[in-house]
């Protein structure tokens, strides 16, 4: 799987999870990667890690939410 699969794969587990408990370990579990690869795969495109895209992506909905 290439980075893109990988990130793409996340992506989507993250997305359909957002209202449940959502860890780094989690993520990578679900797509047969190791948690260090996630997070640096993130970083590299992100600039940040899985758990503060999480917390982002929480927010983003929250305030759509409200508009």
Request: charged fraction near 25%; aromatic fraction near 12%; include cysteine.
């Amino acid at each position: 799987m290439n980075n893109m699969e990988l990130l793409a794969d996340a992506l989507s587990y993250i997305e359909l999870n957002l209202c449940e408990t959502i860890t780094a370990e989690s993520v990578a579990r679900n797509c047969f990667c190791s948690k260090s690869g996630l997070e640096k795969l993130f970083r590299n495109v992100y600039h940040y890690g899985v758990k503060e895209y999480v917390i982002k992506r929480r927010i983003t909905i929250r305030l759509f939410m409200f508009l």
